[in-house]
C-alpha cells in the first residue's frame, strides 16, 4: 500500500435492456449518481479514488473484472444498488475471488441483505450500512492510519461506524441532514452525456432530496432508511441546487436535467414549498432549461405545476402503481383513485410530456381488475377520445409490468406467509393466488416475448455497434 490508499469505485454491470457491449448509454440511459457523490466525498478528503462505471460503457462481469484488474488500487468500492440486476454483481464477485485488497459493497440491495451476501461471497470484506459518503471516508482514513495494526486487513474498520463487517456490525451512522455539506457528484462522463444525440441520454441528473415519506409495500426505500437514524425525507436547500445546475451549464453546457429524487415533493408542506422555491431561484438567475421530474399521484396540482412550468419543467413521471382499488391497500399507496384520476388531467392541461407506472401483476391478482386500470384512463380522459390516445402513450411500464418481489419489503413478508413466494433472498419469483390469473399472465408475458426478440433483432440490425 502506498502511503494515502487508492480507492477504486465501480458500478457494477448490468444489462438493463439491451445486450452488453454497446455503450448503453446511448438508449437515454441514465447517469448513476451514487459512485460520483461517493467520490466527490473521497477526493474532498484527500483520497486518491477512480471511477469505473460497467454499466455505462456497457461492460459485462468478465470485461469489468479484467479492467479492475488493470488497475492499481488498495481498496475496491463496488455499487450495487439493484436487486433486479444482482445476478451481474454476483458474476463479476465469483471472478474477483483472488483480489487481495478489501472490498467494500454498497447500495440499497446490499444494505438490505447484508448479512446473507457476506456469507455468500468471501470476497467481500465489508458492506456499507445506508448511505456511503461519510462511512467511505472513514474506512479509507482508518486504513490509512491502521497499517500497524495486527490482525485481518480490516481490523480498522472496526473503529468506523456504518459497517457489516464478516465479524460484527459497527454502530449504526446517523443519515447527512445537512445534504448542502456534501460536495457536488463527480461525474466523469458528463461530456458524453451532454453530447449525446439520444434526448433521454443528454440530461444530467440532479438529486436534490433524499428517501421517501411514502409506504409502499412493494418498495425498500423506507427499509433502506430506517437501517440509519435520521428523517426519512431530507432535502437540499433551493440555492444549492440550482448552484449545481448553474456549475453543471457552466462546465458542460447542459441544458437538459432530470430530477432522480425518490419523491421530488416529499409528500410534505415543506417539500412543495421548496419545489416552488427551487423554481423561483431558477426564474430569478435566469437559467434556461428543461427539467423533468419523477413525484406521486397525491402531490400535483395545477398551480405547482403552473410556476414548475414556468421554470422549465418540460416532462413529469406519476408512480400511479395501482391498478385497482384493491390494489391501494395491497401497495399501501395511500392515493385515493381521484387523485390519480385528477393528477393525469392537470399534466395533461399543463401541456407536459407525462408518463406514468402500473404495477399490474402479483400474486393476487383478478383478471377482472385489469380492467379498473382503463378505467381510471378513461375517466382522467373525460371522454375525449384524443386526450385517452394521448393518456395511453404515456403508460411506459405496460401490460406486462409485473411486480418485482424485493427482499426487505413489507410485501416479501405478506406473500411469504400466504404460501405464494418462490426462491430466495436474491431472486424471487411468485405464484397466482387466482389460476385464471396465471394464466392470463403467461399469455401477455409470451407476447411480450415474441415482441422483444424482434425488436432485438431489428436493434442489432439497424443500431451500428461500439466497441466493447
Ligand atoms: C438512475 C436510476 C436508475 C437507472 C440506473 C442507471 C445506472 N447508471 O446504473 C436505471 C434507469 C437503469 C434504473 C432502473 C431501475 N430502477 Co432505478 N433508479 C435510478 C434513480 C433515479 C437514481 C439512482 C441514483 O443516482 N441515486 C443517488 C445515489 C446517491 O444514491 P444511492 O444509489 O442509494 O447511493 C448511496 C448509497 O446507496 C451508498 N452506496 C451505493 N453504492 C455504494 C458503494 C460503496 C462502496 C459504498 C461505501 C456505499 C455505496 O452510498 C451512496 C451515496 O450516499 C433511483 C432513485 C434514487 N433517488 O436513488 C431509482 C431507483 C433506485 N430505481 C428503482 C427501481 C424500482 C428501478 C427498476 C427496478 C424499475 C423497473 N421496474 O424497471 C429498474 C431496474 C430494472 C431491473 N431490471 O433491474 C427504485 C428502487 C426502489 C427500491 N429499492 O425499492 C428507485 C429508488 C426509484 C424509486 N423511487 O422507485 N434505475
Ligand atoms: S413513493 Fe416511490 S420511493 Fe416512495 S415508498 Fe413509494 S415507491 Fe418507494
Known amino acids: 500500500m502506498s502511503d494515502r490508499p487508492k480507492l477504486l469505485l465501480v458500478s457494477a454491470p448490468h444489462n ?30 484527500g483520497i486518491s479514488v ?46 474477483l475471488s483472488d483480489v487481495k485488497a478489501p472490498v467494500i459493497l454498497g447500495g440499497h440491495f446490499p444494505t438490505i441483505a447484508r448479512k446473507e451476501l457476506l456469507k455468500d461471497f468471501p470476497v467481500l470484506s465489508a458492506i456499507c450500512v445506508g448511505e456511503g459518503e461519510v462511512t467511505l471516508v472513514e474506512a479509507m482514513e482508518a486504513l490509512a492510519a491502521g497499517r500497524s495494526l495486527q490482525g485481518p486487513k480490516t481490523t480498522p474498520w472496526l473503529e468506523v461506524p456504518g459497517l457489516a463487517l464478516k465479524s460484527q456490525e459497527t454502530p449504526r451512522r446517523p443519515m447527512v441532514t445537512d445534504l448542502d455539506s456534501l460536495p457536488f457528484p463527480l461525474r466523469p462522463q458528463a461530456e458524453m452525456y451532454r453530447a449525446s444525440k439520444n434526448p433521454g441520454a443528454a440530461s444530467a441528473n440532479i438529486l436534490s ?10 418498495c425498500t426505500i423506507h427499509a433502506f432508511q430506517a437501517t440509519n437514524p435520521g428523517p426519512r425525507w431530507r432535502a437540499r436547500s433551493p440555492e444549492n441546487t440550482v448552484d449545481e445546475m448553474e456549475a453543471l451549464q457552466k462546465d458542460y453546457g447542459f441544458t437538459n436535467f432530470r430530477f432522480v429524487d425518490e419523491d421530488f415533493f416529499g409528500r410534505c408542506d415543506e417539500g412543495r414549498a421548496r419545489a416552488e422555491a427551487i423554481a423561483r431561484e431558477i426564474l430569478k ?14 402531490e400535483v396540482d395545477p398551480d405547482i405545476l403552473k410556476i414548475l412550468k414556468e421554470a422549465g419543467l418540460s ?46 401483476w402479483h400474486p393476487y391478482r383478478k383478471v ?20 385517452y ?18 427482499t426487505g419489503s413489507p410485501l416479501e413478508e405478506r406473500i411469504r406467509k400466504d404460501g405464494l413466494l418462490k426462491g430466495n ?23 411480450k416475448k415474441v415482441r422483444n426478440t424482434a425488436g432485438n433483432i431489428w436493434n442489432s440490425l439497424l443500431r451500428p455497434r461500439m466497441k466493447s
Not at 287 to 298: G, N, Q, S, T
Open 16 to 45: 438493463f435492456g439491451w445486450p452488453w457491449g454497446q455503450g448503453n448509454f446511448y438508449k437515454g440511459f441514465y447517469e448513476y449518481l451514487g459512485t460520483g457523490y461517493l467520490a466527490a466525498a473521497c477526493k474532498q478528503a
Open 50 to 95: 477512480e471511477i469505473l462505471d460497467a454499466p455505462f460503457h456497457g461492460w459485462g462481469p468478465a470485461r469489468t473484472v479484467k479492467e479492475i484488474k488493470d488497475r492499481q488500487f488498495d481498496v475496491l468500492g463496488i455499487s450495487a444498488n439493484w436487486q433486479e440486476f444482482f445476478p451481474q454483481c454476483a458474476a463479476m464477485l465469483e471472478l
Open 209 to 218: 432530496s433524499r428517501g421517501c415519506g411514502g409506504t409502499c409495500t412493494f
Open 285 to 298: 438567475r435566469g437559467i434556461k432549461a428543461r427539467l423533468e421530474i419523477y413525484c406521486r399521484a397525491d
Open 315 to 360: 416532462s413529469i413521471y406519476l408512480s400511479l402503481d395501482a391498478v385497482s382499488e384493491s390494489d391501494i391497500e395491497l401497495y399501501g399507496k395511500g392515493t385515493t383513485r381521484k387523485q390519480m384520476v385528477d393528477s393525469l388531467r392537470y399534466v395533461m392541461e399543463s401541456g407536459l410530456e407525462f408518463g406514468y407506472s402500473f404495477i399490474f
Open 368 to 387: 377482472s381488475e385489469i380492467r379498473e386500470a382503463f378505467d381510471l384512463l378513461e375517466q382522467a380522459a373525460g371522454g375525449d377520445a384524443k386526450a
Open 389 to 406: 390516445s394521448r393518456i395511453l402513450k404515456g403508460m411506459q411500464t405496460g401490460i406486462i409490468s409485473d411486480l418485482v418481489v424485493l
Open 425 to 447: 433472498y436474491r431472486e424471487y419469483s411468485y405464484n397466482f393466488a387466482d389460476p385464471s390469473a396465471a394464466m392470463a399472465y403467461s399469455l401477455v408475458k409470451g407476447y
